[in-house]
Protein backbone atom coordinates (compact mmCIF):
# COMPACT_ATOMS: atom_id res chain seq x y z
CA UNK A 1 0.00 0.00 0.00
CA UNK A 2 1.74 3.27 -1.14
CA UNK A 3 0.72 6.61 0.27
CA UNK A 4 0.99 9.64 -1.72
CA UNK A 5 2.81 12.38 -0.09
CA UNK A 6 0.53 15.92 0.38
CA UNK A 7 0.46 18.11 -2.33
CA UNK A 8 2.34 21.50 -1.31
CA UNK A 9 0.59 24.87 -2.74
CA UNK A 10 3.12 27.28 -2.93
CA UNK A 11 1.61 30.86 -2.21
CA UNK A 12 2.90 33.50 -3.69
CA UNK A 13 3.43 37.11 -1.73
CA UNK A 14 1.25 39.76 -1.63
CA UNK A 15 2.35 42.43 -4.20
CA UNK A 16 4.19 45.70 -2.77
CA UNK A 17 1.79 48.36 -1.47
CA UNK A 18 3.08 51.36 -2.23
CA UNK A 19 2.10 54.54 -0.39
CA UNK A 20 2.32 58.22 -0.31
CA UNK A 21 4.51 60.18 1.95
CA UNK A 22 6.29 63.79 1.68
CA UNK A 23 9.68 63.95 -0.19
CA UNK A 24 12.42 65.87 0.29
CA UNK A 25 12.64 69.31 -1.73
CA UNK A 26 13.78 72.80 -0.79
CA UNK A 27 12.63 76.40 -2.24
CA UNK A 28 14.14 76.54 -5.28
CA UNK A 29 14.90 80.73 -5.53
CA UNK A 30 18.50 80.95 -3.48
CA UNK A 31 19.44 77.59 -5.69
CA UNK A 32 18.12 79.22 -9.07
CA UNK A 33 20.66 82.33 -7.95
CA UNK A 34 23.07 80.43 -6.88
CA UNK A 35 22.57 78.31 -10.47
CA UNK A 36 22.76 81.46 -12.09
CA UNK A 37 25.85 83.29 -10.51
CA UNK A 38 27.73 79.46 -10.44
CA UNK A 39 27.11 79.28 -14.28
CA UNK A 40 28.14 83.21 -15.19
CA UNK A 41 31.29 82.44 -13.35
CA UNK A 42 32.19 79.27 -14.99
CA UNK A 43 31.55 81.24 -18.47
CA UNK A 44 33.84 84.01 -17.19
CA UNK A 45 36.79 82.19 -16.17
CA UNK A 46 36.12 79.92 -19.52
CA UNK A 47 36.84 83.35 -21.35
CA UNK A 48 39.61 84.25 -19.25
CA UNK A 49 41.26 80.51 -19.26
CA UNK A 50 41.59 81.72 -23.39
CA UNK A 51 44.26 84.60 -22.63
CA UNK A 52 46.54 82.19 -20.56
CA UNK A 53 48.51 79.89 -21.02
CA UNK A 54 50.37 76.59 -19.71
CA UNK A 55 49.26 74.98 -16.62
CA UNK A 56 47.12 78.11 -15.72
CA UNK A 57 45.17 78.23 -18.74
CA UNK A 58 44.31 74.18 -18.07
CA UNK A 59 43.39 74.40 -14.09
CA UNK A 60 41.09 77.79 -15.23
CA UNK A 61 39.79 74.94 -18.03
CA UNK A 62 39.05 72.61 -15.00
CA UNK A 63 37.86 74.93 -12.77
CA UNK A 64 35.50 76.51 -15.13
CA UNK A 65 33.76 72.99 -16.29
CA UNK A 66 33.19 71.40 -12.78
CA UNK A 67 31.52 75.27 -11.57
CA UNK A 68 29.54 74.86 -14.80
CA UNK A 69 28.60 71.23 -14.40
CA UNK A 70 26.88 72.06 -10.81
CA UNK A 71 25.61 75.19 -12.06
CA UNK A 72 23.82 73.02 -14.25
CA UNK A 73 22.63 70.54 -11.91
CA UNK A 74 21.24 73.21 -9.63
CA UNK A 75 19.11 74.65 -12.27
CA UNK A 76 18.14 70.88 -13.39
CA UNK A 77 16.53 70.17 -10.15
CA UNK A 78 14.23 73.30 -10.40
CA UNK A 79 10.66 71.76 -9.98
CA UNK A 80 8.08 74.51 -10.37
CA UNK A 81 4.63 73.22 -8.56
CA UNK A 82 1.17 75.12 -8.77
CA UNK A 83 -1.60 74.83 -6.43
CA UNK A 84 -4.05 71.67 -7.70
CA UNK A 85 -1.05 69.93 -8.49
CA UNK A 86 1.87 67.42 -6.64
CA UNK A 87 5.15 65.56 -8.10
CA UNK A 88 5.81 62.19 -7.73
CA UNK A 89 9.91 61.71 -7.59
CA UNK A 90 11.30 59.03 -8.50
CA UNK A 91 15.13 57.85 -8.39
CA UNK A 92 16.38 55.18 -10.46
CA UNK A 93 12.74 53.06 -10.94
CA UNK A 94 12.19 53.69 -7.03
CA UNK A 95 9.56 55.70 -5.64
CA UNK A 96 10.89 58.57 -3.15
CA UNK A 97 7.97 60.30 -2.10
CA UNK A 98 5.58 63.11 -3.15
CA UNK A 99 6.04 67.16 -2.91
CA UNK A 100 2.93 69.35 -2.77
CA UNK A 101 4.81 72.16 -1.62
CA UNK A 102 3.64 75.00 -4.18
CA UNK A 103 6.34 77.46 -5.95
CA UNK A 104 9.56 76.83 -7.29
CA UNK A 105 11.06 73.88 -5.18
CA UNK A 106 14.74 72.21 -5.79
CA UNK A 107 15.08 68.24 -5.58
CA UNK A 108 17.63 65.61 -6.84
CA UNK A 109 18.51 66.74 -10.13
CA UNK A 110 19.11 62.79 -10.72
CA UNK A 111 15.28 62.47 -10.52
CA UNK A 112 12.26 61.66 -12.83
CA UNK A 113 9.31 64.30 -11.21
CA UNK A 114 6.13 63.32 -12.49
CA UNK A 115 3.31 65.88 -12.79
CA UNK A 116 0.25 64.65 -11.35
CA UNK A 117 -3.02 66.66 -10.49
CA UNK A 118 -4.89 66.78 -7.07
CA UNK A 119 -7.60 68.91 -8.36
CA UNK A 120 -11.48 67.87 -8.12
CA UNK A 121 -12.69 66.18 -11.39
CA UNK A 122 -15.91 65.47 -13.04
CA UNK A 123 -16.67 62.35 -15.05
CA UNK A 124 -19.80 61.65 -16.56
CA UNK A 125 -20.74 58.14 -17.85
CA UNK A 126 -22.02 57.56 -21.30
CA UNK A 127 -25.66 56.46 -21.74
CA UNK A 128 -25.89 53.46 -21.07
CA UNK A 129 -28.64 50.51 -21.94
CA UNK A 130 -29.02 48.32 -18.80
CA UNK A 131 -31.60 45.81 -17.89
CA UNK A 132 -33.11 46.47 -14.70
CA UNK A 133 -33.66 43.95 -12.05
CA UNK A 134 -36.93 42.90 -13.68
CA UNK A 135 -35.70 42.21 -16.81
CA UNK A 136 -36.61 45.76 -18.13
CA UNK A 137 -34.26 47.41 -20.54
CA UNK A 138 -34.13 51.00 -19.62
CA UNK A 139 -31.09 53.80 -20.25
CA UNK A 140 -28.73 55.42 -17.35
CA UNK A 141 -25.78 57.31 -16.90
CA UNK A 142 -24.49 59.15 -14.14
CA UNK A 143 -21.53 61.66 -13.38
CA UNK A 144 -18.86 61.36 -10.70
CA UNK A 145 -17.07 63.88 -8.45
CA UNK A 146 -13.93 62.28 -7.85
CA UNK A 147 -9.81 63.53 -6.84
CA UNK A 148 -6.37 62.41 -6.08
CA UNK A 149 -4.98 61.69 -2.58
CA UNK A 150 -2.81 59.24 -2.83
CA UNK A 151 -0.53 59.78 -6.06
CA UNK A 152 1.70 57.16 -4.92
CA UNK A 153 -1.11 54.50 -5.54
CA UNK A 154 -2.71 56.76 -8.78
CA UNK A 155 1.31 56.40 -10.44
CA UNK A 156 2.23 52.97 -9.45
CA UNK A 157 -1.21 50.76 -8.85
CA UNK A 158 -2.83 51.47 -11.62
CA UNK A 159 -1.97 52.18 -15.43
CA UNK A 160 -3.56 55.26 -16.38
CA UNK A 161 -6.05 55.96 -13.49
CA UNK A 162 -7.98 58.10 -15.60
CA UNK A 163 -9.48 55.62 -17.36
CA UNK A 164 -9.48 53.22 -14.44
CA UNK A 165 -11.76 55.73 -13.25
CA UNK A 166 -14.19 56.00 -15.72
CA UNK A 167 -14.23 52.29 -16.37
CA UNK A 168 -14.95 51.11 -13.10
CA UNK A 169 -17.45 54.26 -12.43
CA UNK A 170 -19.68 52.39 -15.87
CA UNK A 171 -19.35 49.38 -13.61
CA UNK A 172 -20.56 50.28 -11.17
CA UNK A 173 -23.89 52.29 -12.73
CA UNK A 174 -24.35 48.98 -14.97
CA UNK A 175 -24.33 46.79 -11.70
CA UNK A 176 -26.28 49.36 -9.83
CA UNK A 177 -29.49 49.28 -12.57
CA UNK A 178 -28.93 45.96 -12.80
CA UNK A 179 -29.71 45.05 -8.46
CA UNK A 180 -32.81 47.16 -8.63
CA UNK A 181 -35.94 47.33 -10.26
CA UNK A 182 -37.23 50.78 -12.34
CA UNK A 183 -40.05 51.16 -10.12
CA UNK A 184 -41.07 48.88 -7.23
CA UNK A 185 -44.00 46.46 -7.57
CA UNK A 186 -43.97 45.85 -3.46
CA UNK A 187 -44.34 48.72 -0.88
CA UNK A 188 -41.06 49.04 0.96
CA UNK A 189 -38.59 48.02 -1.78
CA UNK A 190 -36.15 49.99 -3.19
CA UNK A 191 -36.34 51.34 -6.99
CA UNK A 192 -34.25 53.73 -9.46
CA UNK A 193 -37.01 55.85 -9.98
CA UNK A 194 -38.66 56.26 -6.08
CA UNK A 195 -35.12 56.02 -4.19
CA UNK A 196 -32.69 58.24 -5.69
CA UNK A 197 -31.55 59.10 -2.89
CA UNK A 198 -30.38 55.41 -1.24
CA UNK A 199 -29.57 54.26 -4.50
CA UNK A 200 -26.98 57.58 -5.11
CA UNK A 201 -25.20 56.85 -1.83
CA UNK A 202 -25.28 53.02 -2.73
CA UNK A 203 -23.81 54.03 -6.14
CA UNK A 204 -21.09 56.34 -4.72
CA UNK A 205 -20.06 53.40 -2.03
CA UNK A 206 -19.25 50.90 -4.67
CA UNK A 207 -17.91 53.09 -6.75
CA UNK A 208 -15.33 54.33 -4.27
CA UNK A 209 -14.58 51.04 -3.19
CA UNK A 210 -13.87 50.24 -6.72
CA UNK A 211 -11.59 52.67 -7.48
CA UNK A 212 -9.64 52.93 -4.05
CA UNK A 213 -6.81 50.81 -5.09
CA UNK A 214 -5.88 54.00 -7.21
CA UNK A 215 -5.81 56.28 -4.59
CA UNK A 216 -8.91 58.26 -5.50
CA UNK A 217 -11.55 59.71 -3.29
CA UNK A 218 -15.14 59.74 -4.20
CA UNK A 219 -16.60 63.03 -3.18
CA UNK A 220 -20.96 62.18 -4.95
CA UNK A 221 -21.85 60.51 -7.75
CA UNK A 222 -25.85 61.27 -9.19
CA UNK A 223 -27.52 60.16 -11.98
CA UNK A 224 -28.28 62.03 -14.61
CA UNK A 225 -30.50 60.20 -16.93
CA UNK A 226 -32.80 57.34 -16.08
CA UNK A 227 -35.67 56.11 -18.23
CA UNK A 228 -37.11 53.15 -20.14
CA UNK A 229 -35.46 52.32 -23.98
CA UNK A 230 -37.71 53.36 -26.38
CA UNK A 231 -38.69 49.93 -27.13
CA UNK A 232 -40.91 49.82 -24.21
CA UNK A 233 -41.33 53.41 -23.46
CA UNK A 234 -44.58 53.38 -24.25
CA UNK A 235 -45.96 50.77 -23.04
CA UNK A 236 -43.96 51.41 -19.89
CA UNK A 237 -46.11 55.01 -19.61
CA UNK A 238 -49.47 53.43 -20.55
CA UNK A 239 -48.93 51.09 -17.38
CA UNK A 240 -47.52 53.95 -15.30
CA UNK A 241 -50.82 55.36 -16.18
CA UNK A 242 -53.11 52.56 -15.55
CA UNK A 243 -51.33 52.70 -11.90
CA UNK A 244 -51.93 55.98 -10.99
CA UNK A 245 -55.94 56.27 -12.11
CA UNK A 246 -56.28 52.59 -9.93
CA UNK A 247 -54.44 54.20 -7.03
CA UNK A 248 -56.70 57.45 -7.62
CA UNK A 249 -59.67 55.16 -7.99
CA UNK A 250 -58.45 53.72 -4.68
CA UNK A 251 -58.20 56.73 -2.84
CA UNK A 252 -61.86 57.80 -4.39
CA UNK A 253 -63.30 55.17 -2.89
CA UNK A 254 -61.73 54.96 0.02
CA UNK A 255 -62.78 58.19 0.57
CA UNK A 256 -66.12 58.00 -0.19
CA UNK A 257 -67.22 55.11 2.45
CA UNK A 258 -65.97 57.02 5.20
CA UNK A 259 -68.05 59.63 4.32
CA UNK A 260 -71.05 57.39 3.60
CA UNK A 261 -70.17 55.89 7.17
CA UNK A 262 -70.44 59.28 8.99
CA UNK A 263 -73.92 60.76 6.95
CA UNK A 264 -75.23 57.42 8.84
CA UNK A 265 -73.77 57.62 11.70
CA UNK A 266 -74.87 61.16 11.84
CA UNK A 267 -78.42 60.66 10.83
CA UNK A 268 -78.74 57.64 13.85
CA UNK A 269 -77.08 59.73 16.12
CA UNK A 270 -79.40 62.95 15.86
CA UNK A 271 -82.75 60.58 14.95
CA UNK A 272 -83.02 62.86 11.89
CA UNK A 273 -85.19 59.37 10.16
CA UNK A 274 -84.98 56.07 10.60
CA UNK A 275 -83.94 53.66 7.93
CA UNK A 276 -84.38 50.08 7.32
CA UNK A 277 -81.77 47.97 6.25
CA UNK A 278 -83.53 48.04 2.46
CA UNK A 279 -83.47 51.73 2.24
CA UNK A 280 -79.87 51.95 4.48
CA UNK A 281 -78.55 49.80 1.38
CA UNK A 282 -80.41 52.18 -1.71
CA UNK A 283 -78.90 55.24 0.36
CA UNK A 284 -75.24 53.87 0.14
CA UNK A 285 -75.81 53.16 -3.08
CA UNK A 286 -76.79 55.76 -3.88
CA UNK A 287 -74.38 57.94 -2.11
CA UNK A 288 -71.44 56.11 -3.51
CA UNK A 289 -72.89 56.58 -7.10
CA UNK A 290 -72.59 60.34 -6.46
CA UNK A 291 -69.26 60.60 -4.95
CA UNK A 292 -67.24 58.04 -7.26
CA UNK A 293 -68.54 59.26 -10.41
CA UNK A 294 -66.39 61.05 -12.80
CA UNK A 295 -69.58 63.22 -14.16
CA UNK A 296 -71.74 65.66 -12.72
CA UNK A 297 -74.85 63.72 -11.15
CA UNK A 298 -78.38 64.93 -11.32
CA UNK A 299 -81.12 65.29 -9.11
CA UNK A 300 -84.19 63.72 -8.70
CA UNK A 301 -86.59 64.87 -6.14
CA UNK A 302 -89.10 62.50 -4.70
CA UNK A 303 -92.52 64.31 -4.38
CA UNK A 304 -94.10 60.83 -2.47
CA UNK A 305 -93.29 59.16 0.15
CA UNK A 306 -90.13 57.84 1.78
CA UNK A 307 -91.25 54.13 0.07
CA UNK A 308 -92.66 55.41 -3.48
Known sequence: MTTQAPVRTEQRPAPAQVAEFAAWSTPGIKVLVAGIVGAAAAIALLLD???QAGSTAAALDWAGA????AAVLLLAGLTPVVPGQARVIQLFGKYRGTTHATGLQWVNPFTRRIKISTRIRNHETAQAKVNDADGNPIEIAAVVVWRVHDTAKAVY???EYTKFV???TETAVRHIASSYPYTSQKEGDLSLRENVDEITGQLSA???DRVRPAGVDIIES???RLSYAAEIAQAMLRQQAA???VG???RIVEGAVGMVQLALKRLEEEGVVELDEERKAAMVSNLLVVLCSEQATQQVVNTGSLYQ
Not at 66 to 69: A, E, K, R, S, T
Request: charged share 20%; hydrophobic share 65%; no cysteine.
Open 243 to 245: SAV
Open 49 to 51: ARG
Open 248 to 250: ARF
Open 222 to 224: RLT
Open 66 to 69: ILLI
Open 206 to 208: EIA
Open 157 to 159: AVD
Open 166 to 168: AIQ
